[in-house]
Every structure is written in C-alpha cells, then in structure tokens.
C-alpha cells in the first residue's frame, strides 16, 4: 500500500491518491489536500461539505455521490461544482479524507 | 388463519413472487395480494428494438392481472403510502392493507423533471428517451425522420436500470443508420458520467473498443447539469450540441416510497440486506428488483435470480427460522450489437464480466459477439412470459453465478 506525507503526517493512500483510513485525517490535513486540487482557500462552505462527506462516510461506509450530496447536505449541485470543479463527490472525498465514493453499478 | 403477503407493485418482481409463493403455500395458509396503479406489464428489455422499428409496441404488452397464478388477488390501485410502524399499507383509493410480510417491488421511477431543460419543448421532438413505451414510439417516429447530424445518447447519472441498454442503443443506431445509407452523415456520440463506457473494468474495455470501431465518439465524466435548445450542458459547463438528443433520466424510487416515512433512502429506494433480501428498515419488510439499494445492476435478470432467495427467507421468515443469505448479486445480461449479433456478459458482487463461456465451457460465448446470443436475446422474451413470470425455472439458468466457463482475470 502506498504512503505520503501530509501536513508532516504519514498516511495509506491507495493508487489513485485515496486514504485508506479515515482516521488518519486531520483537519489540519484539508488546506494541503485542497491545495493539491487547486482550491486555494477552504471557506466555510466547503468545510460544510467536508464535514458532511465524513459523517456521511462514518455512517454508511460510503461517501456520497453527488446527486445525494446535493439533496442532503444542503448545498446546490451547482454550487457543488463552484467549490469543488471536476467532480464534487470525487475531490471532496479526496479532501475530506475518505475513500472513493462507491459509483452505482 | 390464513397470513397475508402484501406485494406492491405487479411487474417482474413483484409477479414472479407472487407466483413461487402461490405454488409454494395452499391457499388457506397463505392470502397473497399483488398491488399495482395499472395493468400494463411491459416486457422492458424490448423497448431498445422499439425505436428502430424491430420490435411493434403492442408486442411487448401484456395485462399485469393476466401474469398471476389463481389465488393471487390483484388490487388496481396506486400506493398512497406505507405505514412502517403500523405494518399497514394505504392505497390511494382508500383501502388499507394489513400484512404479516410486505414485498417492495414497484422498481424506479424515472425523473425526468430532475434535469432542468429536459421536458422543454424539444421533450418528444428532438429530445428523447427510449425508457418508457410511449418515448420509444415518439423516438422511432423521430429516427425515421432523421436525415443526418449529430445524435447524441447521454446518460444523466447512475443508478438506471439496464446500465448497457444505451450503449446497445448506440450500437443499434449504427447499424440502422447504416441500413438507411445515412451512416456518414451521422455523428454519432456516447455522453457519460462514467469514467469508461462501462462500470466494470474488463467490460469497459471490450465496450470502449466497439464504440471506437463503430465510429461512435465517447465523451466521458460528463455530469448533465441541463438540457438546452440543441446543447448537453453539464455542471462544470462543457456543452455537447446535438440535432437529435436520446437521453435516459435520472432514476429515483417511485413518489409513495418518500412519503412513507422511514421506509426509503434520499433516492427513494429501499435499503436492502445484499444476500438475504430482507430490508433494514422493518423485519417483515422485503424488497426486490430495482426498489431495492443492493449494489447489483438494476436488470431483470437480478430480479429473476434475487426471487430464488426472496421467496424462500419469506417462507423462512413465516416460519420464525433464520433467513438464507445466499444471493450473490448474480447477474446476466444479452448485450445487442448489431448486424445480428449479441455479447453476453455474466457476474456478481464480487466476479465482475469476463471472457468465458456460459455457463459451463460448452455454452454461450461470454463478452464476445455472436450470432448464437442475438438469438439468446430475442428468445428470452418467450420464457420471460412463460417461464420468468409463472416462477418456473428457465433450464439451466440457476440463481448462484457459474464460474466453469469463465477465463480468470
């Protein structure tokens, strides 16, 4: 299993760049992982929507996708793609620390 | 007394229920009540050869009340909610249905008016859906009209039932548009939210690369954020135009199942045990078919295999025994591709399609086109209504995925 540094901290990522555990997330982690997809500044809207992908996560070992995530976190699909472009349900996850989010078959 | 199995909704599921549980339990066991708001059982699988003329509407119909055993009762009503506490359903003409087991299966409803822009005035002229009976035929009247341009096959976003059915759309496309002598004149494109043609990895290939030889252009993760005059336009803004859009919407659980309260998830399907059928949501609730959330396509075929397990954990569960978990998400599915040939593709949870054969190494050629399984494909709809549906079994398709014939990796 592959590993990486950040915010100093050793974490399991899987091939495409995933964690592998949750639990090794840190708040202090998201800035770096955002960064890395091109969002220069976390606001208050994508910390909503980070805390909402691992609640989300904790509850149902899944992330949700992104229609889900427009009708239950409370944030438009639209503004969805403002915050988080190419793909809210994959980068949020990606910043929130959790695996991919499982697609339908 | 006899205790009664309450089964909402009359197609593919639910009839093949009911009709195992009527063989299986006397009368005066057992009262088996199937409720449906029509009695329209269309044979799904035949409104991809709709549109393009090889298969008459009225071919594919059949009345639902006609598809049960003597002794199942059928109820024509809507649903206007399940009472999940009350172990009661109420029907929307008024009727309330108590019962000791009740099986979910009214499948998904399609939500067309999810997407905004898509029921604008282009819906039925140049924007279509083959999904239901009546866009199948309005799409076949448009393709015999189409003289070339850009037509356009887009998936809004997963789950849809039969995920292959609109890359078999393309194919067919292909070949008919070829048929007419058109084929150059067509740009013909795939527009998905998946990454690939397909979900599973293998299969993607094999699909990705017929899409290329037939000349069809695939454009991948492409989320439809709106449909506008003559343009896809997806969320992050790229637009795909079109002259003639074939579109297959958004999927949900059908409206009574948001308003009954616990029962559905925020797509209104019901959240369901993936090897015993039972739902999480109630002990005597049961779902099966496209209602459900098993991670499974959403195809007859799991239907078929998933009513084996359904029909005995309902009997076990009657009995007060411990419920078979047994279902492997097994699944197959006839992939038409053209010029009169058909793939087959077989798979479960965990064994996703590879080459092989089905299903022992003597059988149907898996993942590669033959002549043998276009006729694989356009046989089925006979033992669908007279095999499927009556609950026997169809020789040699058994509930549990055969890997004999499959090629490993």
């Not at chain 1, 555990?21 to 910390?47: K, N, R, S, Y």
């Not at chain 2, 002259?243 to 399907?269: C, I, K, M, N, T």
């Not at chain 2, 097994?330 to 040939?341: L, Q, V, Y």
């Amino acid at each position: 299993m592959p590993t990486r540094t950040v915010a100093g901290t050793t974490v399991e990522v899987n091939d495409e760049g995933f964690f592998v555990d949750p639990a090794q997330w840190t708040e202090a982690m998201a800035p770096e992982l955002a960064a890395e997809e091109g969002i220069a500044a976390l606001t208050d809207d994508h910390w909503t929507v980070i805390r909402f992908m691992r609640s989300e996560y904790a509850e149902k070992g899944t992330g949700p996708t992104v229609r889900v995530l427009g009708k239950t976190s409370g944030v438009p699909v639209k503004e969805l793609y403002q915050l988080f472009p190419k793909g809210p349900a994959k980068i949020a996850a990606r910043v929130a620390g959790i695996p991919k989010p499982r697609g339908c078959l | 007394m006899a205790r009664h199995v309450v089964i909402l909704g009359g197609g593919t599921g639910g009839t093949l229920t009911a009709n195992r549980l009527r063989r299986r339990f006397p009368e005066d066991e057992l009262r088996i009540s199937v409720v449906d708001e029509d009695d329209v059982h269309v044979y799904q699988p035949g409104l991809l050869f709709v549109p393009f003329g090889l298969a008459d509407p009225e071919h594919i119909v059949r009345p639902r009340g006609r598809q049960l055993h003597r002794g199942v009762e059928f109820h024509r009503s809507g649903v206007e909610r399940v009472d999940v506490a009350g172990r009661q359903v109420v029907l929307e003409d008024g009727t309330r249905l108590d019962h000791d087991v009740l099986v979910v299966a009214t499948g998904a409803a399609l939500l067309p008016e999810e997407t905004e822009g898509l029921l604008g005035p282009q819906w039925g002229r140049s924007v279509h859906t083959f999904y239901t009976l009546e866009g199948a035929r309005a799409l076949h009247e448009s393709l015999a009209s189409f003289e070339g341009g850009r037509l356009v096959v887009n998936v809004v976003d997963l789950p849809i039932k039969c995920p292959v059915a609109p890359l078999e759309f393309c194919f067919l496309a292909d070949w008919y548009l070829r048929e007419r002598g058109i084929r150059d004149d067509v740009e013909l494109t795939y527009v998905t939210p998946l990454d690939g043609a397909f979900t599973k990895p293998v299969a993607a290939a094999t699909l990705g690369g017929m899409l290329d030889d037939k000349g069809v252009r695939l454009v991948t993760e492409f989320n439809t954020g709106e449909v506008r005059e003559g343009a896809l336009v997806s969320w992050d803004e790229r637009d795909v135009p079109f002259d003639l859009a074939v579109v297959v919407p958004l999927h949900g659980g059908q409206a009574y199942v948001g308003r009954s309260e616990g029962l559905g998830d925020e797509l209104g399907f019901v959240p369901t045990d993936p090897a015993t059928l039972q739902s999480t949501v109630a002990p005597e609730i049961f779902a099966i078919g496209d209602a459900t959330t098993l991670p499974a396509s959403k195809a007859g075929s799991v239907t078929h295999f998933e009513g084996d397990v359904l029909v005995e954990n309902v009997g076990r569960f009657l009995a007060g025994e411990e419920l078979d978990a047994s279902y492997d998400g097994h699944a197959n599915c006839f992939i038409e591709t053209g010029f009169g040939k058909a793939m087959l593709i077989d798979f479960n949870y965990d064994q996703e399609p590879v080459p092989g054969h089905y299903p022992a190494r003597m059988g149907l050629p898996l993942l590669k086109e033959s002549r043998l399984n276009h006729l694989g494909k356009l046989m089925f709809q006979w033992f669908y209504w007279h095999s499927l549906l009556p609950g026997r079994d169809v020789p040699g398709i058994g509930s549990d995925m055969p890997t004999a014939g499959k090629r490993a990796g």
